[in-house]
């Protein structure tokens, strides 16, 4: 958990625009479940501005102030309240040229009455009828959480110290605080309003003045938070061979052990044959919004199940997702490539079952598995969800309601908990919250929700949390060259646009794709409707999210969902515009254009085949398209640009950005921290070696799961 990551003079700024305290409130309301008080709401207004006004007069802007930090990145599975510390100030060292931290205790107290002096860990301020505790032993229990192995340098060499900043009080006023024998280590300085300059010369002392180096270490930080996660697809390749894909913390640790002591029971031990496993079949549904890491857990479970000799497959709904892990992570392994498969293919069930049959997506689940390439005998002719528990022992779902974008995608909570008990199946739900895409920036997830309107939440301006970026261009070709500079200079960049343009497939023996997406003189085509390349080495529709040439073309949520790059440009059309203080929803009609023999858009609005005809209900046509949306808009790790080509919608979305673009913090590949440049990985090739299951390498069995 942290509120806000910023530099010290973007913080200023950022107060300046009177947005940084209702930042911290959303942000605080969020991981706290409750609303922040009044007192905690001035203490950010006067002490972290303070904090921040003197760093920048000791010609120290840069730097970074991590607010409200948690300890450890474990913090809130433990049994007692969370260690929280007020601010973490985050730079390099001056002189030993390696990171410097100092965790930072602020007290808004004028004076201090006095100290219990037999043990220095109560602090009696004047107005306060109960003692405090003396902020020098908070912050010992602070330092040693946090140069812990979980705390979030992991073990890396730094510097560290820490201090109390009491900026209202004088010496004299808080005489007893620094007469007792309360603790003086690297952790224990204490600064008052009259000792400012001491602490201004400590922090140059502590910090080097150097514009990249404070970014840099605090990049390190986030990722060792777990907030700064790899790309999916990069994960995977980085593991081929290993046991660990990724590594997973809190409510995804937990959700993955159980899993494994699930197995563990339901399934026969290669180990001890002689032990009978339980014979009933076990579901498991893990909910969550996206980038909260239900793929990471899916993908984990995959390779630590194969690991112990277990036979899995990996089934989704999503052809892109299982296009790009075949192509951009399988290469030329065969076995993992067929690893990967479609909710579809389990008609009819394997023979003898499978251990684990893990489904990514299942929101996109359909009523039948039905193909028109299919015949008579081969189509599904019960439940698609009925088929997916009958084909292994232990199934696992992942879903989230909030990405079901086609009318009929029927995956929900109720139908898989029903289909458990009509197959009588053991059901376990787990619920996912933490956020790990959108630079983990859960603020940025919300506004989303809010601004589409999928919850009753009323939208507000951006609050800028130094985690996630957001800008809104005025043309197509702004949007185009933002995307373009930033995959050239060496990020992962898309452009993506809601379906609100007719689709033509390849045109001719060359296979030429046809510029469908028409925004004034802007012509651009849509990913290739096609399974195979087209002319000038168009990648198709599967793998166009990772293939080098996909670049040139305009993805959708079909080609999108599941899948995440640092910077993706997100064109809305007229199926979703702006009209006063409501959203409104519109179906488009096309023509045949005489000249080309294409279609072309006659009434603006949504193009989609699946969603637009008369069939849909007007309600359920403006949940998928504002689902679509939602997906299109959180594909981002870093950034996302936001185009419409209704001018009403742009201005509302401008409203809604507010100016956000302060020094530093846009997030371009050039004012990104060495640390934080991490160019896509090339398509993996050669045959993944898995490691063998070690003997006693299985959790012991809860007997409380079901």
């Known amino acids: 958990m942290l509120l806000l990551k910023m530099a010290a003079q973007d913080l200023l700024t950022l107060n300046a625009r009177r947005l940084m305290v209702?930042?911290?409130a959303a942000r605080w309301q969020h991981f706290r479940g409750t609303p922040a008080s009044l007192t905690e709401s001035s203490a950010w207004a006067e002490s972290l501005v303070c904090l921040a006004g003197d760093l920048v007069?000791?010609?120290?802007?840069?730097v970074q102030m991590v607010v409200e930090c948690a300890a450890t990145i474990d913090e809130f599975q433990r049994s007692d309240s969370p260690r929280l510390i007020d601010v973490v100030l985050v730079g390099r060292h001056p002189e030993k040229n390696r990171p410097s931290v100092q965790l930072v205790e602020l007290k808004r107290w004028s004076s201090v009455t006095k100290v219990e002096r037999a043990t220095a860990d109560l602090v009696y301020v004047e107005g306060m009828e109960k003692g405090k505790a003396h902020p020098a032993l908070q912050l010992r229990k602070y330092y040693k959480a946090f140069r812990s192995e979980r705390g979030p340098f992991q073990g890396l060499d730094f510097e560290c110290g820490g201090f109390a900043y009491l900026h209202n009080a004088t010496e004299e006023s808080v005489r007893p605080l620094l007469e007792v024998a309360a603790p003086t280590g690297v952790y224990g300085r204490i600064y008052t309003g009259d000792r400012r300059k001491k602490l201004m010369a400590d922090l140059q002392r502590t910090f080097a003045a150097d514009e990249g180096g404070a970014a840099s270490t605090a990049e390190v930080m986030l990722q060792g938070m777990g907030l700064r996660n790899n790309r999916l697809l990069d994960a995977m390749i980085w593991s081929r061979g290993a046991d660990t894909v990724f590594t997973l913390r809190g409510r995804q640790k937990e959700i993955a052990e159980q899993i494994?002591?699930?197995a563990s029971r339901v399934l026969p031990d290669p180990v001890r044959p002689e032990?009978?496993?339980?014979e009933r079949r076990a579901v498991f549904l893990v909910t969550g919004g996206a980038g909260t890491g239900k793929s990471a857990v899916g993908l984990q479970m995959k390779t630590e199940l194969?690991?112990?000799g277990r036979t899995v497959m990996y089934a989704s709904g999503s052809r892109a997702f299982n296009g790009a892990m075949q192509y951009h992570v399988g290469g030329g392994d065969t076995e993992f490539r067929e690893s990967f498969t479609y909710f579809s293919n389990f008609v009819s069930p394997p023979d003898p079952p499978l251990d684990v049959l893990i489904c990514d997506e299942a929101h996109r689940l359909r009523d039948r598995s039905t193909s028109r390439f299919w015949q008579a005998e081969e189509q599904g002719t019960g439940p698609q969800v009925d088929e997916l528990i009958a084909a292994s022992r232990l199934s696992v779902f992942f879903l989230d309601e909030a990405q079901s974008v086609r009318p009929q995608d029927v995956g929900t909570v109720q139908l898989i908990e029903e289909a458990a008990r009509r197959n009588d199946a053991r059901l376990a739900r787990f619920d996912l919250w933490e956020q790990f895409r959108c630079g983990g920036s859960d603020a940025y997830v919300r506004w989303v929700r809010a601004v589409l309107g999928l919850t009753e939440e009323a939208p507000e301006p951006w609050r800028a949390d130094g985690l996630m970026h957001i800008e809104v261009v005025d043309t197509p070709e702004e949007l185009e060259r933002i995307i373009h500079a930033e995959a050239q200079a060496g990020a992962s960049a898309r452009m993506v646009a809601g379906y609100c343009w007719p689709w033509t497939k390849p045109q001719g023996k060359e296979r030429r794709l046809e510029a469908d997406v028409r925004i004034g003189d802007w012509?651009?085509?849509?990913?290739?409707?096609?399974?195979?390349?087209?002319?000038?080495?168009?990648?198709?529709s599967k793998i166009w999210s990772v293939h080098p040439n996909g670049l040139g073309q305009v993805g959708c949520v079909y080609t999108a969902q599941g899948l995440e790059w640092d910077w993706c440009g997100v064109i809305m059309g007229e199926?979703?515009?702006r009209r006063g203080d409501t959203w409104v929803f519109r179906r488009g009609k096309d023509r045949r254009d005489p000249e080309s023999d294409v279609k072309r858009v006659a009434v603006p609005g949504s193009f989609d085949p699946k969603v637009k005809p008369a069939s849909v209900n007007d309600d359920e046509f403006a949940r998928l398209v504002r689902h679509a949306y939602h997906v299109l808009m959180t594909r981002a790790s870093r950034a996302t640009v936001l185009y419409s080509t209704d001018e009403?919608?742009?201005e509302y979305l401008k409203e809604m950005v507010g100016e956000v673009e302060i020094h530093g913090l846009r997030p371009t590949w050039e004012n990104l921290p060495r640390e934080a440049r991490r160019p896509p990985l090339p398509r993996a090739r050669g045959k993944r070696k898995r490691k063998k299951r070690k003997p006693g390498g299985v959790h012991e069995a809860d007997p409380m799961l079901f």
Do not use: K
């Open 523 to 540: 012509h651009r085509p849509w990913n290739a409707y096609s399974d195979s390349f087209c002319e000038n080495d168009v990648p198709p």
């Open 648 to 650: 009403e919608t742009r």
């Open 275 to 278: 032990l009978i496993p339980d």
């Open 57 to 62: 007069a000791a010609e120290r802007g840069n």
């Open 306 to 308: 194969e690991t112990q």
């Open 22 to 24: 209702p930042h911290l």
């Open 260 to 262: 494994l002591e699930t």
């Open 575 to 577: 199926d979703m515009v």
